[in-house]
């Protein structure tokens, strides 16, 4: 049965599910996001004093999770990083960073609004713009020219005004902004389709800057699905994919699935061959709400919650192997720098 046919109990029952959940996150992700950045918005000028950097270099920055610091971004050595970590005034409540350009997501001074703020290598401020929405996700490409965030919305007259999910995408270089996808040409299984329930998330770059893979969710589905840039169209690759993250080789993604079709069962990691399609379950069993980070080639890093508004970041083998290690103590939204 075509997705654009699958309207029966099924389909309205696994999409009742899809937004129950993203509700749930939702207001998990405001409560963590009040309490990680509860100070506001750091001035410019501070920021530009602050010792960290985003060069690429032997480095991982993730945002700190501790009550001392929390909301801060943190650096650490690749190579040890149980080191002590470099904090920056600077504070977020998502974040992620590439060849020398990083994005922050955060609270708007005192405001209950948010921001995106594109940093540069020294975390000077290079554009911000307001967000609709609470931030949920954050990604740079690889070059540094695109940066993309996820935020949930409210008010979309389908879904009852539940919580749905709405990607943003800028050109740093052209400034162009593309403030959602929901305007682009879809296609589902290779025909055109059309429908009011889109929703999207967790974008990842190519290394071109021309492609994107994200998530789409549309009656009762979700897809993998490959964005072009230039045209501006969305195809479907693959479903039962959440929140993909590209390998630096391009030809794997990390991604997370909900088990048994159910989110509320949680998820599990895996990672998809993007020629054959197979899919590679990681040793990492736990639920894992997270858009995971590749540190290197062979190495998935992510989040695992740990306690109200704490978590650590872990890392486990690409292949299925091994078994899930501690990274990076009292933090998340982890990325490597070089």
Same mark, same amino acid.
């Given at each position: 049965?075509?997705?654009?046919?699958?309207?029966?109990?099924?389909?309205?029952?696994?999409?009742?599910?899809?937004?129950?959940?993203?509700?749930?996150?939702?207001?998990?992700?405001?409560?963590?996001?009040?309490?990680?950045?509860?100070?506001?918005?750091?001035?410019?000028?501070?920021?530009?004093?602050?010792?960290?950097?985003?060069?690429?270099?032997?480095?991982?920055?993730?945002?700190?999770?501790?009550?001392?610091?929390?909301?801060?971004?943190?650096?650490?050595?690749?190579?040890?990083?149980?080191?002590?970590?470099?904090?920056?005034?600077?504070?977020?409540?998502?974040?992620?960073?590439?060849?020398?350009?990083?994005?922050?997501?955060?609270?708007?001074?005192?405001?209950?609004?948010?921001?995106?703020?594109?940093?540069?290598?020294?975390?000077?401020?290079?554009?911000?713009?307001?967000?609709?929405?609470?931030?949920?996700?954050?990604?740079? =490409? %690889?070059? +540094?020219?695109?940066? $993309?965030?996820?935020?949930? *919305?409210? @008010? &979309?007259?389908?879904? !009852?005004? #539940?919580? /749905?999910?709405?990607?943003?995408?800028?050109?740093?270089?052209?400034?162009?902004?593309?403030?959602?996808?929901?305007?682009?040409?879809?296609?589902?299984?290779?025909?055109?389709?059309?429908?009011?329930?889109?929703?999207?998330?967790?974008?990842?770059?190519?290394?071109?800057?021309?492609?994107?893979?994200?998530?789409?969710?549309?009656?009762?589905?979700?897809?993998?699905?490959?964005?072009?840039?230039?045209?501006?169209?969305?195809?479907?690759?693959?479903?039962?994919?959440?929140?993909?993250?590209? =390998? %630096?080789? +391009?030809?794997?993604? $990390?991604?997370?699935?909900? *088990?048994? @079709? &159910?989110?509320?069962? !949680?998820? #599990?990691? /895996?990672?998809?061959?993007?020629?054959?399609?197979?899919?590679?379950?990681?040793?990492?069993?736990?639920?894992?709400?997270?858009?995971?980070?590749?540190?290197?080639?062979?190495?998935?890093?992510?989040?695992?919650?740990?306690?109200?508004?704490?978590?650590?970041?872990?890392?486990?083998?690409?292949?299925?192997?091994?078994?899930?290690?501690?990274?990076?103590?009292?933090?998340?939204?982890?990325?490597?720098?070089?």
């Amino acid at each position: 049965m075509s997705a654009a046919t699958s309207a029966g109990k099924g389909g309205r029952l696994r999409l009742a599910l899809a937004f129950a959940c993203a509700a749930v996150l939702a207001v998990v992700a405001l409560l963590s996001i009040a309490s990680a950045t509860g100070g506001g918005r750091t001035a410019t000028a501070r920021l530009a004093g602050a010792a960290l950097s985003l060069a690429p270099g032997p480095r991982l920055v993730a945002l700190s999770t501790d009550r001392s610091s929390r909301g801060h971004l943190v650096s650490v050595p690749s190579r040890d990083p149980g080191a002590r970590r470099q904090v920056s005034p600077l504070t977020c409540a998502r974040f992620h960073a590439a060849a020398g350009t990083g994005l922050c997501l955060r609270l708007d001074g005192d405001l209950t609004t948010y921001q995106l703020v594109v940093l540069d290598a020294g975390l000077a401020q290079r554009r911000a713009i307001p967000l609709v929405g609470v931030p949920n996700r954050a990604r740079v =490409s %690889p070059s +540094g020219r695109w940066v $993309a965030w996820t935020v949930f *919305v409210t @008010g &979309d007259s389908y879904n !009852g005004g #539940r919580f /749905s999910t709405r990607v943003g995408l800028l050109d740093t270089h052209t400034q162009e902004l593309v403030p959602t996808l929901e305007d682009w040409a879809v296609t589902v299984g290779g025909r055109p389709y059309k429908a009011a329930d889109l929703n999207f998330w967790g974008v990842t770059f190519t290394t071109d800057d021309q492609r994107f893979y994200a998530t789409m969710s549309t009656a009762g589905h979700r897809y993998l699905v490959e964005g072009d840039l230039i045209a501006k169209t969305l195809r479907t690759l693959h479903e039962n994919v959440e929140c993909p993250s590209l =390998s %630096p080789d +391009g030809t794997r993604l $990390a991604f997370k699935s909900a *088990v048994d @079709g &159910d989110p509320r069962r !949680g998820w #599990r990691l /895996s990672v998809l061959d993007l020629a054959t399609m197979r899919e590679t379950r990681l040793a990492e069993t736990r639920s894992v709400d997270d858009q995971a980070a590749w540190i290197d080639g062979n190495t998935v890093a992510y989040a695992i919650p740990r306690g109200r508004g704490e978590a650590d970041v872990w890392q486990v083998p690409a292949d299925g192997s091994g078994r899930p290690r501690p990274l990076i103590g009292g933090a998340d939204s982890p990325a490597a720098l070089g």
